[in-house]
Structures are given as structure tokens and as C-alpha cells.
């Protein structure tokens, strides 16, 4: 290839010129895939937001017992375990029962404060 350095320090159309083929030498003298990397498109939209997974839980039925103020025990199965809760309680490490309401749980899931339905009676 020729030399296209600029002819002097201030001449900064030839300075534009050089620097364009200095890429154009880089793209021509690369292989295949590096060119084809060079004019690329991206994807510049940004990756959906994290989503909580499926509640695993099924509702299996509510006790409540007369006279006590911790009200309602949730009774929950997931896979062959049983899960006894109260409303504001943890079911474990990933997931609160926050709020019992008519006819439907709202259970948190913990890792990204994501609040599902569970709705009595569904199983």
C-alpha cells in the first residue's frame, strides 16, 4: 500500500484521508469474519427485566381458630411438602406470604420484591 501520511502537520484533510485507509487496510487485510464483525449491527434495545418465577405453591386450605390474634393459618403444598403460614410470615428463604385477601393470597418473591396472586381454591 502507498503511503498516505499527510504531507504536513496542519493539512488535516489528508490527516481524515490516512486515517480513513489506515481501517479500510485493516478491513481488507483481515479475515472474513473480522470484517464482517466490523460492520456489524448491535442490539441496542435493552434485556428484559428479570420476571419471578411460576408460584410453586398450591392452596390446600385456611384454619382459623376462635380467639387468636395472629389470625388465619395458610395451609400451602408445594411438590409433597406442607406448608403452614400466617399472613406477613416467610414461607422460606424466596418467597412471604404478605397479604391474605378475599379469595386470593399475595405472596412476594423475595430476590426481586415481585408480588404474585395465588388464588384459594386453585390447585
Same mark, same amino acid.
Given at each position: &500500500?502507498? =503511503?498516505?501520511?499527510?504531507? =504536513?502537520?496542519?493539512?488535516?484533510?489528508?490527516? =481524515?484521508?490516512?486515517?480513513?485507509?489506515?481501517r479500510?487496510?485493516?478491513?481488507?487485510?483481515?479475515?472474513?469474519?473480522?470484517?464482517?464483525?466490523?460492520f456489524?449491527?448491535?442490539? &441496542?434495545?435493552?434485556p428484559p427485566?428479570?420476571?419471578?418465577p411460576?408460584?410453586?405453591?398450591?392452596?390446600?386450605?385456611?384454619?382459623?381458630v376462635? #380467639?387468636?390474634?395472629? #389470625?388465619?393459618?395458610i395451609?400451602?403444598r408445594?411438590?409433597k411438602?406442607?406448608?403452614?403460614?400466617?399472613?406477613?410470615?416467610?414461607?422460606?428463604?424466596q418467597?412471604? *406470604?404478605?397479604?391474605?385477601g378475599?379469595?386470593?393470597?399475595?405472596?412476594?418473591? *423475595?430476590?426481586?420484591?415481585?408480588?404474585?396472586? *395465588?388464588?384459594?381454591?386453585?390447585?
Amino acid at each position: &500500500w502507498p =503511503s498516505l501520511a499527510p504531507t =504536513s502537520p496542519i493539512c488535516l484533510p489528508c490527516a =481524515s484521508i490516512a486515517a480513513l485507509c489506515s481501517r479500510i487496510r485493516v478491513l481488507c487485510c483481515s479475515s472474513g469474519a473480522q470484517a464482517a464483525r466490523a460492520f456489524a449491527t448491535s442490539d &441496542w434495545n435493552p434485556p428484559p427485566p428479570p420476571q419471578a418465577p411460576p408460584l410453586p405453591f398450591q392452596f390446600l386450605g385456611r384454619t382459623e381458630v376462635l #380467639g387468636d390474634a395472629k #389470625g388465619a393459618v395458610i395451609h400451602l403444598r408445594r411438590d409433597k411438602e406442607v406448608i403452614s403460614v400466617r399472613e406477613g410470615e416467610r414461607i422460606d428463604e424466596q418467597y412471604q *406470604l404478605a397479604r391474605l385477601g378475599a379469595g386470593e393470597l399475595e405472596i412476594v418473591y *423475595l430476590p426481586l420484591a415481585a408480588k404474585q396472586i *395465588l388464588v384459594m381454591g386453585s390447585r
